[in-house]
């Protein structure tokens, strides 16, 4: 079964704990140190479109894609009530991303990019974002760092609600650099039997020299990296690192 198809519809009562409020006042004050006004926003691996919604809450006009439909309907059944304020969901691989018109910034938060596993794809999906940004714009993302994902392997993580059971088991590779996550997923039916599903997801892990040279290769520049949702230097043990790149201003508007 391929990543997210059965996990979409349990995904956000799973991941209840991910602080979604505090990354989005997090990304706004980001957002707010731009080289120019923000008004546009892509979301880019929106996942369920919790982030995209808060974004377009506050005023911003988001457009948010990702790869999976099933998570894209999740994402659009939520921004439903938001009326004239809901997200432009389309459903788009990071790799192959094209807009109507560039946006004023990019955000991808926690660690999609991490899911592009070969190193050809982070670099065309940095030269997509380049692309699709107006000059002055931020790009802003996070990743697992390399320590957090050697760290989970051979663990097995448990999340549940009422209705759903999740058994996460994790295995790292050294010669890969990847982390594979296996995935039961136990649902309550109405009828009171459980019913299993099986996922297996896996994320690479990318080194901020190689994230950096990188974004350097697609044009990008000021690119910084800090500990998760703070302006402090990462520490050697940090889970998450926050990258900011900007794109510079074309000559006539600097």
């Not at 799973?14 to 997090?26: C, E, G, H, T, V």
Request: charged share 30%; aromatic share 10%.
């Amino acid at each position: 079964m391929s990543s997210y198809e059965a996990l979409a519809a349990s995904y956000d009562a799973l991941m209840a704990d991910a602080s979604y409020r505090k990354r989005a006042d997090f990304l706004e004050r980001l957002l707010r140190k731009s080289a120019i006004p923000v008004y546009s926003v892509l979301d880019l691996a929106c996942g369920t479109g919790t982030i995209s919604c808060l974004l377009a809450q506050r005023g911003y006009q988001v457009i948010a894609t990702d790869g999976s439909e099933e998570m894209l309907t999740q994402a659009a059944g939520k921004a439903a009530a938001l009326g004239e304020q809901m997200p432009l969901f389309l459903h788009q691989d990071m790799t192959r991303l094209r807009l109507a018109e560039p946006v004023d910034a990019v955000v991808s938060t926690l660690d999609s990019l991490n899911y592009l596993t070969r190193e050809k794809d982070v670099r065309e999906t940095f030269r997509r974002v380049w692309r699709w940004l107006r000059p002055g714009g931020q790009f802003l993302f996070d990743v697992n760092t390399p320590y957090k994902l050697r760290r989970m392997d051979g663990q097995i993580y448990m999340d549940e609600t009422e209705e759903t059971c999740c058994v996460w088991r994790t295995f790292f590779s050294q010669r890969t650099q990847v982390c594979t996550y296996q995935v039961d997923l136990f649902q309550l039916r109405p009828d009171g039997a459980w019913e299993r599903t099986f996922e297996e997801h896996r994320e690479r892990a990318w080194s901020r020299e190689q994230l950096q040279s990188w974004l350097e290769e697609a044009g990008f520049e000021k690119i910084t990296v800090t500990g998760d949702l703070t302006m402090r230097v990462p520490r050697e043990d940090e889970d998450r690192w926050i990258i900011r790149a900007g794109k510079p201003l074309a000559k006539e508007e600097k």
